[in-house]
């Protein structure tokens, strides 16, 4: 057994950094003659990241344990069958539909090792002391270290360091980076299995000084650890760190040939191979079709709410519609996307997106419109005219401008309502300052000019659907006509005391005249004035 002939000490640590939450794992197995190591990172934003993490190492180690073998081949099936895994939890549990993980699978036969990673979890081989080599990330920053846009040590500070390109869990086929010649084995050699919340906190060569500081391995744990979490960053992503080290190796041993090879030359590979890849396919199409329905429940429910004007539930409709349409974009990019159509598929999926967000807008107009005229007639009924009319204008202009939904909401009638209402409310301002005349004619004992302006005001409130004001100004030419009655008596009580004092004291008589004269001209008579 070359476990036993070899050394390999295994030690690691796994933490939420400042999340609320740990979405990475780590696992390991180390049999007679083949070890596996495997470590995963969820991708945070997605429900069910700490699901398809650990759903990954465990599906990784159960497969290698089934069928353990050392050469390249083996990684790429370990990959394929962690990636199959989580598509079935995606397609069993609804709520994990989007869920996605970075995976990193290292293999060895106790003298060499082999590695294959998808998405940005890092493997480093140390020697020496020294980082000899490291896996290559999925990532747009690392497009632009491959193409000279980005130096490597800068990586960990560009914002496009998670942007992954591939994950365990996309819809197309993934395509993991694997190396295809085995790393030979040193003893005190070491490899570090790390997640995105290590590598962006300490870099390689402070990696080093700390394994120099500290030949104890624990102590070098602790102290790695330590420094994560005194980075000078806000917030720590969740970390994981596993250090393998090669206290000693086994002797040399060639890579196993696959036999599966010949068997699929003779066909018999190629027809499991079309099974899955026809069942998959099924499943993609039922997948894309289920949520094509749910899509167009919810923009029905959008459109009935609409005409019901429960504008705010119509809104969230269209944005629960939008949300389904976003599962409906692939994530296959780079060369994958491109053979599989990927961009002309997004495209046609944003374009989609884009005529929600369209009707969300449009929604979010007519809501405020009718907003607008329900607190229109609230102030029109309280007899505040100019605010309701600035607010029926506002509304109008809108429902003017806008097409969307109009026969449904009949728009035509609102609006010959909404001028009709803004019409009225020039006139009923004009009648409120006709009856303000009328008062102020009254307070100055002009019964005439006050019953005159009164009976102009009630006229336009009847006109106007103000018939509830005509009642008050009724009682107010009552009310005049009572004084003018009053009135009129004492002008002729003062007639006819002059009419008494015309043979016995002219000059009063004259007086009492004169006032009775001026009594009838205020009250209108001008035949007696």
Known sequence: MRKEEAKFETRFFSEAGTKGKNNDYFGYTQ?????????ADGYDEEAGADVAAKLAVSSAIEYFMLRPRFNPDVIKEIMEYANLKVKEKQEETEKYSLMHTSLLVVISNYNSFLYGNVGNTRLYHLR???????????????????ENALDMNDMKYHRQRNDLLQAIGDFGKIKPNIIKNPVTLQENDMLCLTTIGFWENIDEREMEVEISRYPNKDSLLRSLEHKVMATTRESVENYTFALVNVEKVASPEP?????KKFWIKVGLISLAVLVIILSLTFWNISKRNNIIKRAAVYEEQANDDIVKKDFN??????????????KLKPKSRGIIGFFTGANGKRADVE??????NTKISQTSKLQKAFQDINEANQLFNSGNYDEASRKYQEAKYVLEENTY?????NTDEVLTTLNARIDSSSKLKEALAIETAGNQAFSAGNYNLAKENYKTASELYLVNGRADYVANIERKIAEID?????EYNGAMLTENQADLLSPTDTNKSRQSYYQARQMYQSLGDTAKA
């Open 31 to 39: 049999l007679d003659n083949y070890a596996i190591w495997v470590a």
């Open 128 to 146: 020496g002391g020294y980082v000899v080599s490291q896996s290559r990330d999925d990532t747009i920053a690392q497009l632009l270290v491959d």
């Open 255 to 259: 890579v196993e040939k696959d036999k």
């Open 351 to 356: 374009k989609r997106i884009s005529a929600v």
């Open 313 to 326: 539930n119509a809104i969230e409709s269209f944005k629960l519609e939008k949300a389904e349409l976003e």
């Open 482 to 486: 009572d004084k003018a009655k009053t």
């Open 405 to 409: 939904k109009k026969d449904e909401l």
